[in-house]
């Protein structure tokens, strides 16, 4: 039972990362295409990762 729910907690941790990095990663390529710079892509990658571990820490670091 208790590896089961270590790997629930490890996909869970993997989803949070990846969707943070693709939806802020995301949404600096699409400002970086509006707005004609080429800078946001890598802030919405690092804001992305920095929510996604944040979060990650909420759910998981605080027990």
Not at 12 to 23: C, R
């Amino acid at each position: 039972m208790a590896k089961n729910r270590d790997e629930s907690a490890m996909w869970t941790i993997f989803g949070y990362l990846l969707s943070g990095l693709l939806f802020w990663g995301g949404a600096g390529w699409a400002l970086d295409k509006w707005l004609g710079t080429t800078y946001l892509v890598l802030i919405g990658l690092l804001v992305g990762m920095g929510g996604a571990i944040y979060l990650v820490w909420l759910r998981f670091g605080r027990e």
